[in-house]
């Protein structure tokens, strides 16, 4: 008789070592996500149906092109609308918090355990008040650095989010240009005003800023009031 060959097939055991084994070379050794230096301002993604995030032109928009109008919803604001915070929705491992202080801190530090995701200590040369400020993580030194939104999240729910879908609103969110690691004290000032109530302390970064305020605008459709036009439209008269 004769003898039967041995199957060449793995069993769901074998099988599933060597993806174990495969998964975990790629987590130890596989390409880390890029990071941007200090500084530069990241490009969103393209717009798709699942992101919602549009690109954001953060350098002489077209102000002439916004939208002029009041607040249009009646629904109250709620932060929840807008997505866990700081969702990590690139999906690089890293949530959008560190995202942004990598990105606008120097001589960063990262704790040992984080896999170069979650800053321990930085230094933040802060656009809206000119300081420099040492970030320490901590319970009582953490929000000596805070993220702001340039475009506040309640200040676009006004404007037009209030119309979007969840996802889209989280990633309005988390959208870097619409980011930044600024003084805590000057965030907490500023809340959710638009420029005619607040604009930064440090008088030399108020064109950006409006730039940066016009450009998030026009990139995800939303209005601007008229008082916060009229603050823009001044400010941009005296931009180079």
Same mark, same amino acid.
């Given at each position: ?11 769901? +055991? ?7 084994? @495969? ?12 990071? =941007? ?6 490009? +969103? =993604? ?20 916004? @939208? @002029?109008?009041?607040?249009?919803s009646t629904t109250p604001y709620d932060r929840d609308l807008f997505g866990a915070a700081w969702a990590d929705v690139d999906g690089n491992g890293c949530d959008t918090r560190n995202d942004v202080l990598i990105r606008d801190l120097v001589d960063i530090a990262f704790r040992a355990d984080s896999n170069g995701c979650i800053v321990r200590t930085g230094t933040l040369h802060d656009p809206y008040t000119g300081a420099v400020i040492s970030f320490v993580r901590g319970p009582d030194? =953490? ?23 969840? @996802? ?31 604009? +930064? ?23 601007? =009031? ?13 931009? +180079?």
């Open positions: 008789m004769p003898r039967r060959r041995r199957s060449r097939r793995l069993s769901l +055991p074998a099988f599933l070592v060597i993806v174990l084994a @495969v998964a975990v070379w790629v987590y130890l050794y596989g390409p880390e996500g890029t990071r =941007s230096e200090a500084g530069d301002w990241w490009a +969103p =993604s393209a717009p798709s149906a699942t992101s919602g995030a549009p690109d954001v032109v953060t350098s002489n928009p077209d102000l002439a092109a916004l @939208v @002029v109008a009041g607040p249009g030194t =953490s929000e000596a650095v805070q993220i702001d939104h340039v475009v506040p999240l309640s200040y676009a729910w006004q404007h037009g989010a209030s119309t979007w879908t969840d @996802v889209q609103r989280t990633a309005f969110a988390n959208d870097p240009a619409n980011l930044s690691a600024v003084d805590g004290p000057a965030n907490q000032s500023k809340s959710d005003s638009g420029p005619a109530e607040w604009m +930064p302390p440090q008088g030399g970064y108020a064109c950006t800023y409006v730039d940066r305020f016009a450009g998030v605008l026009l990139a995800y459709g939303l209005t601007v =009031s008229p008082a916060d036009y009229a603050a823009m439209t001044t400010v941009d008269a005296g931009c +180079p």
